[in-house]
Every structure is written in structure tokens, then in C-alpha cells.
């Protein structure tokens, strides 16, 4: 008979264990990740892209000159601005300030990914400049809703997986559009380029945990235009510098209300 303090039963054999699976190496996060790429929001990307191959031929780049410009800049805001600089006859210095500005925004992005992705006293800072590359509004937007469900030492090379093959099947559909762009209607290319801001404004809205976050970006979809009309060299500028201090302000006082 079984004691109480016997859980093994009569014969003494320990229980059961049950095989555990083997853990996942870095190269499986990162296929993982690779897997993860394909999905609703690459193939939008990837569309907006083949409208900018357009933009590109039409503006007189080269295809070397429009490849370079999507691997090595990759957010597709900025390139536009560098094109538009190009095209405008703008200086190296204009158009340096022109990206900049425009690129300025992925700075708080990276801040906020990276030490998710970090490993403590494991991760190379070579890794996460790696990294960081990758960062625009489509990979920041499913890193901050899927890294932080995965393990500490998964979250780094399952992101580099999906930045990796994201970038890479962009880059090679862009350098097809740019050699096929010439048999697609105008208003084709146009609206496939469009579908960029529609899914930016869409997967913030969705990525968006606070108030101030929706506040701002309400504030901006009001003033844009307006600065559109009044500083149009300056709008995208000052729509986020008016715009983020409104909603912040206006957060702020809220909870103030509240209490």
C-alpha cells in the first residue's frame, strides 16, 4: 500500500517525466522571424515601394541609383525626400538637413527597441546597430507588439530575421518594378504608393497604448494640412513639434482634471 508521503506508488519508480522539446537556437528565432516577414503588412510595404520605383524612373534616377537608395536609406519617407532633393537641384547640404529632418523621427523608435532586444552583458553593440538599420515604421510596429512575448535571448535574432528578409524581398521587387513600371498606368503606381501612409496611420493607430499617442497623432491629421498651406517646406516639422506638445499638454492637463 502507497504511503502518503510515498506519490512514487508501490513499486518506488519516480514519476513520469515528460520529455521536454529542445530549445530553439539563434538561427531558428531568425527563421522564425524570416517566416513572420510574410504577412499583410510586407506585401502593403513592398506595394508602396513598387510606387516609388515609378516616382524613381520618372524623377530620372538610374536603377543602380534607386536600389542603392531603398537598401542603404530603407524608410521609405526619407528616400522620398532624397529624391525630391535630387530632383530639385537642392545641395548636398540641403538635401543632408532635408533627410535628416525627415529621418529624425526614428530616433525615439530605435531608443524604444533596442533595449528589448538587448541582452545584458551578452548582445555586441555591433548587433544592435545591425539592428537598428532595420527599424522603420513597418518593423518597429511589429517588434513592439510581438518581441516582448519571446524570450530575452530570442527577441534580437528573431528581429534581425524579419528586418532581414522584409528588406531584402523589398529591395529585389523594387528593382523589378523599376524595369516593369514603364506598362503600369499612372494612377496605378500612384495609388499603390499611396497605400503607404493609409497602413503607417492605420498600424500606429493599433500600436498606439496611450493617450498622448492617439492625441498626437490626431493633432497632426488637423494641423498637417493647415502647415501644408501656411510653411509647406516646413510642414511635416512643424506638424510634429505643434502636434506632439498639444497632445502632450492636453494629456497632461486631462489627468490633472481627473485626479
Not at 528616400?79 to 526614428?106: D, E, K, N, P, Q
Not at 493599433?206 to 497623432?217: E, F, L, Q
Request: net charge positive; aromatic share 8%; with cysteine.
Amino acid at each position: 500500500m502507497t504511503s502518503p508521503s510515498d506519490p512514487s506508488g508501490a513499486s518506488g519508480a519516480p514519476p513520469p517525466v515528460e520529455p521536454s522539446s529542445p530549445p530553439v537556437t539563434s538561427l531558428g528565432w531568425a527563421l522564425r522571424g524570416m517566416r513572420s516577414a510574410v504577412s499583410i503588412p510586407a506585401l502593403i510595404l513592398t506595394a508602396a515601394f513598387v510606387g516609388y520605383a515609378g516616382l524613381a524612373r520618372e524623377s530620372g534616377l538610374t536603377l543602380d541609383q534607386t536600389l542603392m537608395m531603398t537598401g542603404l536609406v530603407w524608410a521609405l519617407p526619407s528616400i522620398v525626400v532624397l529624391t525630391g532633393a535630387i530632383t530639385g537641384g537642392m545641395g548636398m547640404i540641403s538635401a543632408g538637413l532635408a533627410v535628416a529632418l525627415a529621418s529624425v523621427r526614428l530616433m525615439p523608435m530605435t531608443m524604444a527597441l533596442m533595449p528589448l532586444l538587448r541582452v545584458e552583458g551578452k548582445t555586441k553593440r555591433w548587433h544592435l546597430l545591425i539592428a537598428s538599420h532595420f527599424v522603420a515604421v513597418t518593423a518597429w510596429v511589429f517588434a513592439m507588439r510581438n518581441v516582448q512575448d519571446l524570450p530575452r535571448e530570442a527577441r534580437l535574432p528573431f528581429f534581425l530575421g524579419f528586418g532581414a528578409s522584409l528588406t531584402g524581398f523589398v529591395f529585389c521587387m523594387t528593382g523589378v518594378a523599376y524595369v516593369m513600371v514603364g506598362s503600369l498606368p499612372p494612377m496605378v503606381a500612384g495609388g499603390l504608393f499611396m497605400l503607404t501612409p493609409v497602413y503607417f496611420l492605420c498600424s500606429l493607430w493599433g500600436a498606439s497604448r496611450i493617450s498622448a499617442d492617439k492625441a498626437a497623432m490626431l493633432a497632426g491629421l488637423v494641423l498637417g494640412p493647415v502647415f501644408y498651406l501656411l510653411a509647406p517646406e516646413l510642414d511635416l516639422l512643424l506638424t510634429g513639434l505643434v502636434g506632439g506638445t498639444l497632445a502632450y499638454v492636453a494629456t497632461r492637463l486631462a489627468r490633472r482634471g481627473v485626479r
